[in-house]
């Protein structure tokens, strides 16, 4: 099932990137449609990574090119799509260890809104902050934790704080690389249903490793295979594929 460009909120066209000759991905067109969620799989090495860093802009492309929004963003800097409303988790949100998980919360709130110290100045400002920030933690599942240093969380609550800090921008797409990586049985639940809740009025954009997360999440996925798309569709239509499986089983051998 292919999707048409003019559903799309994120495409690209021709994607290619080559390190040192060779091509990490080749000729990839994707289109993800506003509202889903849309995964990135595919066997080791396939270049799933490279793709997600190549839409957020964090790689540049050999060739090819990617709009948002119908807008030529292949030349523009994370920061640039990041305030377009193309925001990356996990892997670069910024949790400071040593503040609260309320305090964590406010500052990326405070970066939204670009309040800087001024901000400070204005006490129904600062309620509104508070309140806003105590609706992103009850919305992860952290009411219990909101004083506790990030530090101190355990690893899947630490998941759950990034995303809040990730919320507080109010991103249209969120894109995530491996949430569920190190997780276990229950946070990848409880993760499961915060980015399920997430993506009612957002798209989102993952790659991820567990078949399971994807088969029970995702809208839409793209399977790559040595840097170029392989199969796409439902989860269903992907994984009764024979070239799927061919493409899996062959690097289970390895
Ligand atoms: N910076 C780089 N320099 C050289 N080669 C790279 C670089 N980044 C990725 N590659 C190569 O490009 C290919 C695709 O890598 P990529 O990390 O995108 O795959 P992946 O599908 O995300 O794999 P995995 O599931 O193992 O994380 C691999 O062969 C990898 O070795």
Redo the contacts with the bound molecule.
Sequence with gaps: MSVSPQEAILSARGLTKE??G?K??NGVDLDVRENTIHALI??????????FNLLTKFLSPTEGKITFRGKDITGFKPADVARLGLVRSFQISAVFPHLTVLDNVRVALQRKAHLGTQFWRSNSALDRLNDRAHELIAAVGLDEYAALDAAELPYGRKRALELATTLALDPPVLLFDEPMAGMGAEDIGRISDLIRRIAKDRTVVM?E?NLNVVADLCDHVTV?AR?EILAEGDYDTVSSDPRVREAYMGTEDE
């Design positions: 390190f040192f060779f990490a991905v595919g066997p080791n090495g396939a270049g799933k990574t490279t793709v790659v490793h790559l840097g």
